[in-house]
């Protein structure tokens, strides 16, 4: 089982971190109902405090009761009771139907959230901290992650670590991009499968080595080292080696960290296509460590940062703004609220990563692929601001798109085979509110030629 896929995501920890608020957000990004057990249980019966008169006991019961109830129900974002892990039976209740994440803001800022609230185990600062130290190991084994806001939360809702450490996996092998390796020391002391740098690695041959090569079992873990043609290829062999291995995806490059090692697509390209082949199969973890992008040529970066600029149209957030490891971070969470909220792309939803995407593949296609697709993306992002009746300034100052050179039948006929359907694009309502809607095909058009260099 991996992260929150198919379980609830349960918000465990001290009373001031943040629970209630953090969960709806969280519940809002992931498309999950929101459920906020100490409110439930004081909309069922009376205030918390008046059944705490009733006695501790008492209370607890309810509290058990109504969490089994929830957690029976459909996958929802929960907000838990300070105390409610000190339960053994949610403990265990926890443990086989939701991914439990310990909210912690440190006992300072708690305090500062709670003092004068005139809540019962907030009255003196003395009792609140010794009684927030004592709680802290009770939280950390209850847990499945710690996070200390929303992001935090989406990012372990995945496995998703920035600057984490790898925990020890065993045995492991390791799959990487044989650029990368010159460059860069194998995040495992393990054997090491190199593979064909970028894009060439993504064919059935380089599959059907690995197949014949690995020694790994059952209980192997593959480790992706390398950009997103690496953990395209390096997911795909462990979703069919063997039936199926973990993997654990350390991705090199901008576009890699922040959009293509996240969400569970594996696959390779085929005679016919890109991506042809493939396989749902998320990954155990996604580490994320910024230091190794020092090395990315300057092109590998532009094409990311178009990714980068995408995800903050659809977020409503100048993330490129931050500082790179925030940036990266906050895309990383932007995806991950989005791949929760539907994980096997079955409702739609994540559809809307897809903005600016139309437009990309059939410039892509519209000129033989002589187009990388990180200028496309920045081209496409360009043509859905204009059909949005949005400013286009942001894209234009930070990624500064030319007209390419492309044929416009071709590209145009590539737009209309594309999987999205007929005249159906994600578009922005404002910044922050992505819609899927259809655009007649004149103006479509017209978008499309103004892309083109004439
Ligand atoms: N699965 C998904 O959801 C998803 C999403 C987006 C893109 N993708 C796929 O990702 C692929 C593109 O991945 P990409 O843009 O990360 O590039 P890439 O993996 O193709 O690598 C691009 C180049 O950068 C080099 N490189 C990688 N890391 C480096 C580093 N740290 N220093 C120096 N050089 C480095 C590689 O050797 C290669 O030459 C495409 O095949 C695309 O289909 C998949
Ligand atoms: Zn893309």
Known sequence: MVGALGRHIALAGFMGAGKSTVGARVAELT????????ALIEKRHVTIPELFARGEAEFRR????????????????????????????NRERLRTRAFTVYLDVGVETAWKRVRGSNRPLARREEDFRRLYESRQAVYVQASDAVAHDVDGVLLGALGIAVL?????????????????????????EAAVY????????????????LWSELTIGRDGTIVAFGGGSTTDLAGFVAATYLRGVRWVAVPTTLTGQVDAAIGGKTGINTSRGKNLAGAFHFPEAVVIDPDVLTTL?????????????????LAGREVWSLPEVEMIRACAAYKAGVVLSDPYETEGRRAVLNLGHTFAHALEAGSGYRVPHGEAVALGLLAALRLSGLPTDAVEELLRPEPVAA???????????????????????AAGKPVVTTVPDEDARAALAALIRQ
């Not at 459909?74 to 053994?88: C, D, H, K, R």
């Open 62 to 89: 309810i509290e058990e009761e109504t969490l089994a109830e929830v957690l029976a129900g459909p996958e929802a974002v929960i907000a838990l009771g300070g105390g409610a892990v000190l339960s053994p039976l």
């Open 31 to 38: 498309a999950r109902p929101f459920v906020d057990l100490d």
């Open 297 to 313: 040529p300057e092109k590998e970066r532009r094409a990311g940062m178009a990714e980068v600029v995408k995800t903050g149209l």
């Open 164 to 188: 984490g450490e790898i925990l020890p996996l065993h045995p492991v092998v390791v799959v990487a991009d044989e650029r990368v390796l010159e460059l860069h020391e194998a995040p495992f």
């Open 407 to 429: 044929d416009l039948d071709e590209a145009w006929a590539a737009l209309k085979r594309d999987k999205k359907g007929e005249g159906v694009f994600v578009l922005l309502e």
């Open 194 to 209: 190199s593979v064909p740098s970028g894009e060439t690695a993504k064919t059935l041959a380089v599959v059907e080595r």
